[in-house]
């Protein structure tokens, strides 16, 4: 059945209308007892949703619409390892790159935990020998600069936790990440190392992304100049990918590959080897925390009913707002400096997945699928785009992630940046009326600007600490929140077909821009663009060069 078409749909669009009225200062006057009992713990994260426009009617109509779309059943295939990546035909195993039990974990008739754990301890052999000194360069030289050569779930994922838990790294290694291709990213990062003392992580799923396979070409120049000698590679360059194949191609010896499997989405492929960078930075201690604080998240996703589930009723506000109030996007707000790449993580993380406009059987959908996701750390947010938030025309329900104790603590900084949290998550709810501010003494003509509506939803997730466990737990918050809503509009979360167009177009645009020969296939646009690309260009053109 369409999903407009269910009962469990209609019902809540009626309600939704009923609830357009209500005031978030009228829903918590009216109960006292809002703030706990819209409040939920799983694991050590506590999620405060009562500043959201909704009642307990919303929440039963919502949790009957996961219900009747099956989001029980799609959990179970989900861990059971079905295929429910029905366009790649693949199953969705990331949750077993973390499992913590004896229990077996099948897929296809085989036990995968074998080689997950093979492959940890690969790792930690590897990440333990550079960390020690023992790892040598070419020239005997101790490496101390690792650089992974990724781009979408082969970056993000590893920048985001290497940066959210740099507090715990080893600080004389020096972890960097190049995904661009734009060589401005590999020469600055590069800049001022001694290749005798670099090593490069090439991070790739499938080993053929144009831009990392240029990065890691340019890469292996750059060390080979240095050091002029092939067997150098063996010394300097280890591969993170499911393509043996492409990797041997490349020249790294498959002893120096650490593997993952067709089953692993590449943004979710964080807890593969993909975070080798991450183990590298920590230590093999503090990853083992991480794998535990996704497991302990896992287990609570899995088995917590859906009236208790934290990433289900995440997800079922994120329904709420983006089908029933038109939000376009939704604002991460992490309250700490480490979690700054956060919100692009999740950006690729939601978007990627959720950005889908056919459901899983190819019909064109009548509603709205993935909302955008942006976001950046508090406070510096405030001065920048909380204005909108406050007094813009749009609804834009926002998370704000905060820690209750510091890593660093200095003066009252940690106390000012929490006051902050919860005055922000307060100000947007509540608001200041009127009658509040002409109290002040505000002048007539400057009250409507003074006002604050009020009445735009937030969630507060509150963690204790900012730990390698935590941090777990709060990524597998996201991951399962993005699968219950993809499972909810009834798409496939787990491919991204809509990145390949324009990866075709640009191979053929590469040959018109060196050749300087445009295609009389092109389009006006790109032929007077590509003209004056060309006028203005620095490098002439190589008329007779092969199509490259
Ligand atoms: O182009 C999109 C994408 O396929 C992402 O899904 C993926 O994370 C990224 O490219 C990198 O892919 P790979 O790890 O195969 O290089």
Redesign the pocket.
Known sequence: MNLTDRPEWQALQTHSLQIKDAHLRDLFAADAGRGVSFSLQAVDILADYSKNLITDETLELLFKLARATQVEDMRRAMFAGEKINTTENRAVLHTALRHQSDEPVMTDGHDVMPEVRAVLQKMADFSNQIRSGQWLGHSGKPIKNIINI???????GPVMATEALKYYSQRDLNVQFVSNVDATQLIEVTRGLDPAETLFII???????D??MTNATSARQWVLEALGDESAVAKHFVAV??NSEKVREFGIDTTNMFEFWDWV???Y?MTSA?GLPIMVAIGPDNFQQLLEGFYAMDEHFKTAPLEQNLPVILALLSVWYGNFFGAESEVILPYDQYLHRFAAYFQ?GNM?SNGKSVTKDGQVVNYHTGPVIWGEPGTNGQHAFYQLLHQGTRLIPADFIGFAQPLNGLGNHHRKLTANLLAQTQGLAFGKTAAEVRADGVAEALVPHRTFPGNRPSNTILLPKLTPKTLGQLVALYEHKIFVQGVIWNINSFD?WG??LG?VLAQGLVSQLKTGQPSDQNDSSTNNLLATIQRWSSTPAEPDAALS
Do not use: H, P, W, Y
Not at 203 to 209: D, G, H, L, N, R
């Open positions: 990724g781009i979408g779930g082969s970056d993000l991070a790739s799923k499938t080993f053929t992304t831009e990392t990918s499911t989405g590449g943004r492929s993909i690729q990627e991204q990145v390949e990866k």
